[in-house]
């Protein structure tokens, strides 16, 4: 499969879990974890990584993850990469502004196997509409 995630969430016990996730749905599936959004800003502004999709939380402090994608959105580098909002609350605002940028958003979750579906599903639909073009 070789699929390259960005996971930016300023919490160690939530990326190692995501990373985790991520292991169990395919082990060749590199799994990055970013601290902070600015941290994410520098890495992604020097093509350092091209990630096949990025999971950003929104809480973050200093930048946030809504201020980190805006900064990041128009890296033309990242034209092909999903950004996914991933977090353990939305608002309903968050959501048609998500929208406007064309962001998925994904709602956290201690359950491992909601988590695992989740986000297989969403990586599943990418690959799948990669490969038909």
């Known amino acids: 499969m070789n699929i390259r995630i960005v996971n930016v969430d300023d919490d160690q016990d939530d990326r190692d879990l995501f990373?985790?996730?991520?292991q169990k749905i395919d082990p060749e599936i590199q799994c990055i974890q970013i601290d902070s959004?600015?941290?994410a800003v520098e890495m992604l502004s020097r093509n350092e990584i091209i990630p096949d999709y990025i999971f950003m939380d929104i809480?973050?402090?200093r930048m946030n993850g809504y201020e980190c994608v805006?900064?990041?959105h128009h890296y033309s580098s990242l034209r092909n990469t999903t950004i996914v909002m991933?977090?353990?609350?939305f608002?309903?605002?968050?959501?048609?502004?998500f929208a406007l940028l064309g962001l998925k958003y994904l709602l956290k979750?201690?359950?491992l196997n909601s988590l695992i579906k989740s986000i297989s599903d969403l990586i599943g639909s990418k690959s799948?509409?990669?490969s038909v073009i």
Do not use: A, F
Request: hydrophobic share 15%; aromatic share 4%.
């Open 19 to 22: 990373c985790h996730v991520i």
């Open 128 to 130: 799948k509409t990669q």
């Open 59 to 61: 809480n973050m402090p």
């Open 70 to 72: 805006k900064e990041i």
């Open 86 to 89: 991933y977090s353990s609350t």
């Open 91 to 97: 608002n309903p605002r968050d959501q048609v502004d």
């Open 37 to 39: 959004g600015e941290e």
């Open 109 to 111: 979750t201690s359950d």
